[in-house]
Protein backbone atom coordinates (compact mmCIF):
# COMPACT_ATOMS: atom_id res chain seq x y z
CA UNK A 1 0.00 0.00 0.00
CA UNK A 2 1.33 3.29 -1.15
CA UNK A 3 1.10 6.25 1.03
CA UNK A 4 -1.14 8.81 0.90
CA UNK A 5 -0.28 12.47 -0.53
CA UNK A 6 -0.68 15.20 2.11
CA UNK A 7 -3.76 16.77 1.33
CA UNK A 8 -5.05 19.72 2.71
CA UNK A 9 -8.22 19.92 4.19
CA UNK A 10 -8.54 23.86 2.40
CA UNK A 11 -8.07 21.55 -1.01
CA UNK A 12 -11.30 19.49 -0.04
CA UNK A 13 -13.10 22.32 1.20
CA UNK A 14 -12.67 24.15 -2.15
CA UNK A 15 -13.21 20.58 -4.03
CA UNK A 16 -16.38 20.40 -2.22
CA UNK A 17 -17.56 23.79 -2.95
CA UNK A 18 -17.33 22.97 -6.52
CA UNK A 19 -19.78 19.73 -6.05
CA UNK A 20 -22.15 22.33 -4.14
CA UNK A 21 -22.11 24.69 -7.01
CA UNK A 22 -22.97 22.53 -9.35
CA UNK A 23 -25.59 20.90 -7.38
CA UNK A 24 -27.09 24.46 -6.21
CA UNK A 25 -26.84 25.28 -10.87
CA UNK A 26 -28.72 21.82 -11.28
CA UNK A 27 -31.45 22.11 -9.03
CA UNK A 28 -32.63 25.91 -10.54
CA UNK A 29 -32.61 24.48 -13.88
CA UNK A 30 -35.04 21.36 -12.16
CA UNK A 31 -38.84 21.59 -12.32
CA UNK A 32 -39.60 22.98 -8.82
CA UNK A 33 -37.85 25.50 -6.75
CA UNK A 34 -34.22 24.65 -5.22
CA UNK A 35 -35.58 24.70 -1.54
CA UNK A 36 -38.13 22.14 -2.15
CA UNK A 37 -35.35 19.57 -3.43
CA UNK A 38 -33.70 20.12 -0.21
CA UNK A 39 -36.56 20.03 1.83
CA UNK A 40 -37.16 17.48 4.62
CA UNK A 41 -39.92 14.82 3.66
CA UNK A 42 -42.22 15.47 6.88
CA UNK A 43 -41.31 17.35 10.24
CA UNK A 44 -38.03 18.98 10.13
CA UNK A 45 -37.16 17.30 13.24
CA UNK A 46 -38.14 14.17 12.45
CA UNK A 47 -36.02 13.91 9.33
CA UNK A 48 -32.69 15.04 11.27
CA UNK A 49 -33.53 12.40 14.20
CA UNK A 50 -33.82 9.84 11.14
CA UNK A 51 -30.44 11.01 9.79
CA UNK A 52 -28.69 10.93 13.38
CA UNK A 53 -29.98 7.50 13.86
CA UNK A 54 -28.75 6.07 10.62
CA UNK A 55 -25.33 7.73 11.01
CA UNK A 56 -24.84 6.18 14.62
CA UNK A 57 -26.29 2.71 12.92
CA UNK A 58 -23.46 3.09 10.27
CA UNK A 59 -20.82 4.38 12.63
CA UNK A 60 -21.43 1.50 14.83
CA UNK A 61 -21.18 -1.22 12.08
CA UNK A 62 -18.10 0.10 10.89
CA UNK A 63 -16.70 -0.16 14.83
CA UNK A 64 -17.67 -3.35 14.79
CA UNK A 65 -15.70 -3.97 11.84
CA UNK A 66 -12.28 -1.93 12.40
CA UNK A 67 -10.45 -4.87 12.77
CA UNK A 68 -11.28 -6.43 9.41
CA UNK A 69 -7.82 -6.30 7.43
CA UNK A 70 -9.44 -4.30 4.32
CA UNK A 71 -10.63 -1.30 6.69
CA UNK A 72 -7.76 -1.88 8.86
CA UNK A 73 -5.62 -0.73 5.81
CA UNK A 74 -7.89 1.84 4.41
CA UNK A 75 -7.43 3.71 8.22
CA UNK A 76 -4.22 3.78 8.40
CA UNK A 77 -4.04 5.11 4.98
CA UNK A 78 -6.96 7.77 5.88
CA UNK A 79 -4.91 8.63 9.18
CA UNK A 80 -1.77 9.44 6.84
CA UNK A 81 -4.68 12.21 4.62
CA UNK A 82 -5.55 13.72 7.64
CA UNK A 83 -2.42 13.88 10.02
CA UNK A 84 -1.80 17.79 9.48
CA UNK A 85 -5.55 18.66 10.34
CA UNK A 86 -6.68 20.36 12.75
CA UNK A 87 -10.27 19.64 14.69
CA UNK A 88 -11.58 23.04 12.50
CA UNK A 89 -10.41 21.26 9.44
CA UNK A 90 -12.11 17.96 10.53
CA UNK A 91 -15.29 19.79 11.18
CA UNK A 92 -14.71 22.11 7.89
CA UNK A 93 -14.65 19.07 5.72
CA UNK A 94 -17.53 16.88 6.90
CA UNK A 95 -19.82 19.99 7.35
CA UNK A 96 -18.76 20.91 3.38
CA UNK A 97 -18.73 17.41 2.08
CA UNK A 98 -21.69 16.16 3.54
CA UNK A 99 -23.75 18.89 2.46
CA UNK A 100 -22.21 19.23 -0.95
CA UNK A 101 -22.50 15.48 -1.66
CA UNK A 102 -25.83 15.23 -0.53
CA UNK A 103 -27.30 17.98 -2.72
CA UNK A 104 -25.95 17.36 -5.75
CA UNK A 105 -25.86 12.99 -5.66
CA UNK A 106 -29.59 12.85 -3.84
CA UNK A 107 -31.27 16.62 -4.24
CA UNK A 108 -30.28 16.89 -7.79
CA UNK A 109 -29.51 13.90 -9.39
CA UNK A 110 -31.58 11.04 -7.63
CA UNK A 111 -34.72 11.96 -8.61
CA UNK A 112 -33.12 12.25 -12.36
CA UNK A 113 -31.32 9.16 -12.71
CA UNK A 114 -32.48 6.81 -9.33
CA UNK A 115 -31.53 5.74 -6.43
CA UNK A 116 -29.21 2.95 -7.41
CA UNK A 117 -26.92 4.75 -10.07
CA UNK A 118 -26.43 7.62 -7.54
CA UNK A 119 -25.53 5.19 -5.25
CA UNK A 120 -23.02 3.54 -7.53
CA UNK A 121 -22.18 7.66 -9.09
CA UNK A 122 -21.35 8.05 -5.13
CA UNK A 123 -18.83 4.92 -4.94
CA UNK A 124 -17.27 6.17 -7.84
CA UNK A 125 -16.38 9.38 -6.29
CA UNK A 126 -14.86 7.34 -3.50
CA UNK A 127 -12.19 4.96 -5.38
CA UNK A 128 -8.60 5.86 -5.12
CA UNK A 129 -5.30 5.23 -6.62
CA UNK A 130 -4.62 1.98 -4.68
CA UNK A 131 -6.46 -1.62 -5.37
CA UNK A 132 -5.96 -2.58 -1.99
CA UNK A 133 -8.22 0.27 -0.93
CA UNK A 134 -10.78 -1.57 -2.90
CA UNK A 135 -13.04 -1.61 0.71
CA UNK A 136 -13.41 2.55 0.71
CA UNK A 137 -15.89 2.59 -2.45
CA UNK A 138 -17.78 -0.49 -1.39
CA UNK A 139 -18.60 1.16 1.94
CA UNK A 140 -19.43 4.14 -0.16
CA UNK A 141 -21.78 2.27 -2.13
CA UNK A 142 -23.68 0.80 0.56
CA UNK A 143 -24.01 4.17 2.26
CA UNK A 144 -25.01 5.54 -0.76
CA UNK A 145 -27.92 3.14 -1.08
CA UNK A 146 -28.46 4.09 3.10
CA UNK A 147 -28.10 7.65 2.28
CA UNK A 148 -30.75 7.52 -1.28
CA UNK A 149 -33.10 5.68 1.01
CA UNK A 150 -33.03 8.27 4.08
CA UNK A 151 -33.35 10.62 1.15
CA UNK A 152 -36.51 9.05 -0.31
CA UNK A 153 -38.27 8.93 3.06
CA UNK A 154 -37.31 11.27 4.74
CA UNK A 155 -35.66 14.04 2.35
CA UNK A 156 -32.38 15.92 2.23
CA UNK A 157 -32.27 17.07 5.93
CA UNK A 158 -31.79 13.05 6.73
CA UNK A 159 -29.20 12.23 4.19
CA UNK A 160 -26.95 15.60 4.65
CA UNK A 161 -27.58 14.83 8.54
CA UNK A 162 -26.09 11.47 8.31
CA UNK A 163 -23.43 12.04 5.80
CA UNK A 164 -21.73 14.68 8.05
CA UNK A 165 -22.06 12.52 11.23
CA UNK A 166 -20.66 9.70 9.21
CA UNK A 167 -17.70 12.12 8.43
CA UNK A 168 -17.17 13.82 11.64
CA UNK A 169 -17.01 10.89 13.41
CA UNK A 170 -14.67 9.29 11.36
CA UNK A 171 -12.11 12.44 10.96
CA UNK A 172 -12.39 12.91 14.29
CA UNK A 173 -11.70 9.45 15.10
CA UNK A 174 -8.74 9.63 12.30
CA UNK A 175 -7.06 12.52 14.26
CA UNK A 176 -6.65 10.43 17.60
CA UNK A 177 -3.65 8.10 18.44
CA UNK A 178 -3.69 4.99 17.00
CA UNK A 179 -5.92 2.68 18.71
CA UNK A 180 -7.76 5.02 20.92
Given amino acids: ???PPAIR?????????????VAVIGLSFS????LDAL??????LWSLVMGAAAAAACVGVLWLLRAVPPLER???WQRGVVADWTTADAVSVALISG??????LRAFLQPVIGLAPAAVLF???HIVPDRELWIWPLFALASGVLLGVLFEFHGFPAAATAHVLINLV???????????
Fill in 39 to 44: SPRGPL
Fill in 31 to 34: AGPI
Fill in 170 to 180: ALLRLRLPEGE
Fill in 74 to 76: LER
Fill in 9 to 21: AVALVHQEGVLAL
Fill in 123 to 125: AIL
Fill in 1 to 3: MND
Fill in 99 to 104: IAEEAL
